[in-house]
């Protein structure tokens, strides 16, 4: 049965809890091109079970999804209380074919957007932190909510990175 949308929240706030969210969004394309480092086309493209992910699709997931935060940051920041579409992760990953992207090339664009969006958090005024969206499934957001909504999701996949690369050197 697939979570609902408060336990995702739940689930993916557990992985940043007691951590600087912006910490770990800064530390976290350096970590996954360590993970990466010397790893084959065919260990980043082999799924560690059925209807799991790859690294390389994760690594695209993690590219695409810095696209969605910029527009959802800027958005919120420019218009607080707006609308936030929610959107299907699996349908993108099937829809812009995942498993046949560069993993290196997602590595880079998720880094270059990252850099952005962090550069733009950091000269934010403090009362522009909490302007809002209001997401489709999970209701309101702050944008503070966001940025460790993001941070969480960077340490998810991290640890789904990790298990991986551990299961593809033995």
Not at 6 to 12: F, G, H
Not at 81 to 110: C, K, M
């Amino acid at each position: 049965m697939p979570e609902t949308p408060e336990q995702y929240t739940e689930r993916i706030l557990g992985h940043v809890q007691g951590k600087d969210p912006l910490r770990v969004q800064r530390e976290t394309s350096k970590k996954l091109a360590a993970l990466i480092r010397g790893l084959s086309r065919k260990q980043l493209t082999q799924k560690p079970a059925p209807g799991k992910w790859s690294i390389a699709e994760i690594l695209a997931n993690l590219a695409d999804t810095e696209i969605v935060c910029a527009w959802r940051l800027r958005h919120i920041l420019g218009n607080s209380g707006a609308p936030v579409q929610a959107y299907d992760q699996n349908v993108w990953a099937d829809t812009f074919d995942y498993i046949h992207r560069d993993a290196s090339e997602s590595l880079e664009f998720f880094r270059v957007l990252r850099a952005r969006n962090l550069a733009l958090l950091k000269g934010l005024p403090k009362d522009l932190w909490e302007n809002y969206g209001v997401h489709q499934e999970r209701g309101r957001e702050s944008v503070a909510l966001i940025v460790r909504l993001y941070a969480g999701h960077d340490l998810n996949h991290l640890e789904q990175v990790e298990r991986i690369v551990k299961g593809s050197r033995k």
